[in-house]
């Protein structure tokens, strides 16, 4: 296994185990939190993929051990360069790998069932869980929630994203088209052989609509199994009620596409 350390962190959901592992990606040793039910029973395995980058959109325990109580053993990579891992988070680029090494490292893990893995995505998430979909085709599903798809149109909309993109991807996506088409999945999704659930708040600010439909839009046109879940009331966040119910409901999903 890529497990290097495994280590006990402070759950606070009391029927959930959580641990900080330090893992392989590639030569760089990252770190992610895991969670699982207190029992010794063999789960589903959940990789989730944080938004953000750095300490934006960190990965939030109380967030990972609501999807383990549903009945998962999951896995959540904190990307490299973060909190103590190596490297330095390059947003989808080769941190792709830190996904992919993380899906790899749930397969490998003695609770999970092997060929039920899925993939959850949310906000930049939605790329990395896309590109692990494409890169692992045996995900039993994959759920985008918020989900970038498009990285080009990222760049066009948040203004506020430009300075650190241009940074971490070198230019502009004028100057370096390749570099953006690269990170971007719609131009690969005839990879993809999971069911994908699209979910989506149709008033994002954070991460336009746009992204959903051109998804919806690129996998249908393949003939890809896509369902979509739009909230024509809602932004990027959710309300707390109204995201716990999303959270019980699309975990349901996940286990019905791993049974077909």
């Known amino acids: 296994m890529n497990i ?10 009391p029927q959930v185990n959580m641990y900080i592992i330090t893992y392989m990606s590639g030569s760089y040793k990252v770190k992610g939190l895991l969670a699982e039910p207190k029992d010794d029973l063999v ?7 944080r938004g953000g980058i750095k300490s ?16 998962f053993v999951v896995f959540a990579p904190f990307y490299r360069g973060n909190r103590g891992g190596e490297g330095d988070e390059d947003f989808a680029g080769e941190d792709r790998m830190d996904a992919y090494s993380a899906f790899d490292l749930l397969k490998q893990y003695p609770r999970v069932a092997k060929n039920r893995i899925h ?10 869980a896309l590109h692990t979909a494409i890169h692992r085709k045996e995900a039993a599903s994959v759920v985008t929630w918020g989900g970038v798809s498009d990285m080009e ?13 241009k940074r971490v991807i070198g230019g502009t996506p004028a100057k ?31 991460v336009s609509f746009e992204h959903a439909k051109r998804l919806e839009e690129r996998l249908k046109l393949l003939k890809k199994p896509v369902e979509t879940w739009y909230f024509p009331n809602y932004t990027h966040y959710f309300p707390p009620i109204i995201n716990r119910q999303i959270v019980s409901d699309l975990c349901s999903w996940m286990k019905k596409q791993a049974l077909t």
């Open 4 to 13: 290097m350390e495994k280590f006990r962190f402070p759950s606070p959901n």
């Open 43 to 49: 789960y589903d395995g959940f990789l989730y993929l």
């Open 56 to 71: 934006v959109g960190m990965v939030r325990p109380a967030r990972i051990g609501q999807f383990a109580s549903e009945g």
């Open 119 to 128: 993939v959850f995505g949310f906000s930049r998430g939605g790329v990395m």
């Open 153 to 165: 149109l990222t760049y066009g909309e948040r203004k506020d994203l430009r300075r650190m993109m």
């Open 176 to 206: 370096y088209p390749d570099r953006y088409k690269e990170r971007t999945p719609l131009y690969f999704l005839e990879k993809i052989e999971s069911p994908v659930l699209i979910i989506h708040g149709e008033h994002d600010q954070n």
